[in-house]
């Protein structure tokens, strides 16, 4: 069964970088999945922020790219988050989830979710 | 790109069905089998419902099925049941994006 856990700060300033990581158990992240962010402001509904591949290629929502780098790391089977230049508009739940084969596929096994407040 | 359109209430009886739509266009929902449905109770992280327009994953009740017609993707629960009653939410591929619905919540009376 696979497991996904974010981890990182609670509250970060405007202006400054968010940064999560999401840790992968019971699947290898080299095992041929994709592997994407998405996040969910209080009370809204969720929006994809982007996704990555094993080999580190990436797909990004078209509206973050400017502020938005997803990276992996196999040998701590985990991948992360970083988006610049937050303001209180990217407070949100960011979920970490498991996307399957190709990046069209859906996400099937989701992390619990961390919130992150942006304020200062 | 916008958000799918889904209608943000929609509410039935135990026993009975419903159909929650997600209007999106032909550069998403219209234009490719990529279509995923999402169920979320307060409090929980999304759980996956429905893959590839139809597809029920393993695990998931056969009361839940889906279609596609045109720019609209479809969701229906037959016979619903108390813990039936969640947020929905539909996920299209936009070519390189990914876009939700802005979501559905569903009551059981």
């Known amino acids: 069964q696979v497991q996904l856990q974010e981890s990182g700060p609670g509250l970060v300033k405007p202006s400054e970088t968010l940064s999560l990581s999401c840790a992968v158990s019971?699947?290898?992240?080299?095992?041929?999945?994709?592997w994407g962010w998405i996040r969910q402001p209080p009370g809204k509904a969720l929006e994809w922020i982007g996704t990555?591949?094993?080999?580190?290629?990436?797909y990004y929502k078209s509206s973050l790219k400017s502020r938005v780098t997803i990276s992996v790391d196999t040998s701590k089977n985990q991948f992360s988050l970083k988006l610049t230049s937050v303001t209180a508009a990217d407070t949100a739940i960011y979920y970490c989830?498991?996307?399957?084969?190709?990046?069209?596929?859906?996400?099937?096994?989701w992390g619990r979710g961390t919130m992150v407040t942006v304020s200062s | 790109q916008s958000a799918l359109t889904q209608p943000a209430s929609v509410s039935g009886s135990p026993g009975q069905s419903i159909t929650i739509s997600c209007t999106g266009s032909?550069?998403?929902?219209?234009?490719?089998?990529?279509v995923s449905w999402y169920q979320q109770h307060p409090g929980k992280a999304p759980k996956l419902m429905i893959s590839?327009?139809?597809g029920r994953p393993s695990g998931v009740s056969s009361r839940f099925s889906a279609s596609k017609s045109g720019n609209t993707a479809s969701l229906t629960i037959s016979g619903l049941q108390a813990e039936d009653e969640a947020d929905y939410y539909c996920?299209?591929?936009?070519?390189?994006?990914?876009?939700f619905g802005g979501g559905t919540k569903l009551t059981v009376l």
């Open positions: 989830a498991r996307q399957g084969y190709y990046h069209t596929d859906p996400f099937d096994f």
């Open positions: 019971g699947k290898s992240i080299r095992s041929g999945y994709y």
């Open positions: 990555i591949y094993q080999s580190g290629s990436t």
């Open positions: 032909s550069s998403d929902v219209g234009g490719y089998n990529f």
């Open positions: 590839d327009v139809s």
């Open positions: 996920c299209s591929y936009a070519g390189g994006d990914t876009l």
